[in-house]
Structures are given as structure tokens and as C-alpha cells.
Nanobody, 120 residues
Framework: LLVESGGGLVQPGGSLRLSCAAS????????MGWYRQAPGKQRELVAA???????NYADSVKGRFFISKNNAQNTVYLQMNSLKPEDTAVYYC????????????????WGQGTQVTVSS
């Protein structure tokens, strides 16, 4: 079970940190991804982290978003800086043993996500 939190309303240029908490110790062996879905758009992968800590980002968020994890706390974070109105979306996390599955993003179930709204 994964639970996302940390979303909210923020002005353009602001920052937020999202959290994804797992019910078990999975991030030490699993890859993990943060996704987002804006109204009327398909869900997209914005950041991923492997079990070894290697990271990858969508071009649209490179240099602004940073993914990290705390294996001891079973939590993965997404630090979002310099937020733009186009970052407005519901943000989700998901996990799999294979990074290829994270990239594909074809999961049978998703959590409720956390809403991020960037607006003045």
C-alpha cells in the first residue's frame, strides 16, 4: 500500500515536497516512480528512482524536481521547486521491482494521489 501526501496550492515559483509512504520495506529492493495526471491529459512519469538510488526525470521537470528516498522510513520524496502552472496535476507514486515497469507505468492499481495546484 502506497500513500501520497504533501500536495496543495502554491504560487508560481514556489516549492512543495511530496511524500510516498509504503506499508512495508520495499524501496530498498524496488524501483519507484512519481507520476502526474493533469485534467484531460494522460498520466505521465515525472521522476523515477531505482533501488540503488539512480534517478531519472522527464525533460519538463529536469533541474526543478528531485526524487529521493529514505529506505529506513519506507518513504520516497519528490521535491518540487520553481513550480509552474503547468505542473498542476494529481501526483501519484507507484513501485515495481523492474525499472522498466516504472517507465511503462502500466499498473493495475493506483492510490488516490495528491493534488498539486500552481496558481497565483
Amino acid at each position: 500500500l502506497l500513500v501520497e501526501s504533501g500536495g496543495g496550492l502554491v504560487q508560481p515559483g514556489g516549492s512543495l515536497r511530496l511524500s510516498c509512504a509504503a506499508s512495508g520495506s520495499i524501496f530498498s529492493i524496488n524501483a519507484m516512480g512519481w507520476y502526474r495526471q493533469a485534467p484531460g491529459k494522460q498520466r505521465e512519469l515525472v521522476a523515477a528512482i531505482t533501488s540503488g538510488g539512480s534517478t531519472n526525470y522527464a525533460d519538463s521537470v529536469k533541474g526543478r524536481f528531485f526524487i529521493s528516498k529514505n529506505n529506513a522510513q519506507n518513504t520516497v520524496y519528490l521535491q518540487m521547486n520553481s513550480l509552474k502552472p503547468e505542473d498542476t496535476a494529481v501526483y501519484y507514486c507507484n513501485t515495481d521491482y523492474e525499472i522498466e515497469a516504472i517507465v511503462a507505468g502500466e499498473f493495475g492499481s493506483w492510490g488516490q494521489g495528491t493534488q498539486v495546484t500552481v496558481s497565483s
